[in-house]
């Protein structure tokens, strides 16, 4: 049973930085599509980051230079690294598998606010 579980998301300051962590279970990262997207109040859920099983990793536009997606095979866990975090970065981040079809965790709220 494939099974995403994210964690980190929490409130604060702009400019300080945090470290989203998704720990799957049911398979193995190495060898799947993994992203995050973010869903803003209000907004549609956008694409924030994916590294696939080659290592190659994309990021948005609006997270370039400030994001670091990484993948600890050993834990089967996958991170992202936000740094001088905006306000406008504030949603529920969500980490996303694609293997043979989607799956989804339930979502870490950031909260980037003075």
């Known amino acids: 049973q494939v099974q995403l579980v994210e964690s980190g998301g929490h409130l604060v300051q702009p400019g300080e930085s945090l470290r989203l962590s998704c720990v799957a279970s049911?398979?193995?990262?190495?060898?799947?599509?993994m992203r995050w997207y973010r869903q803003a109040p209000g907004k549609a859920r956008e694409f924030v980051a994916l590294?696939?099983?080659?290592?190659?990793?994309v990021f948005a536009d609006s997270v370039k230079g400030r994001a670091t997606i990484s993948r600890d095979d050993d834990k089967n866990t996958m991170y992202l690294q936000m740094n001088s975090l905006k306000p406008e970065d504030t949603a529920v981040y969500y980490c996303?598998?694609?293997?043979?079809?989607?799956?989804w965790g339930q979502g870490t709220q950031v909260t980037v606010s003075s």
């Open positions: 590294i696939s099983s080659a290592d190659t990793t």
């Open positions: 049911g398979f193995t990262i190495r060898r799947a599509l």
């Open positions: 996303n598998a694609k293997i043979t079809s989607d799956f």
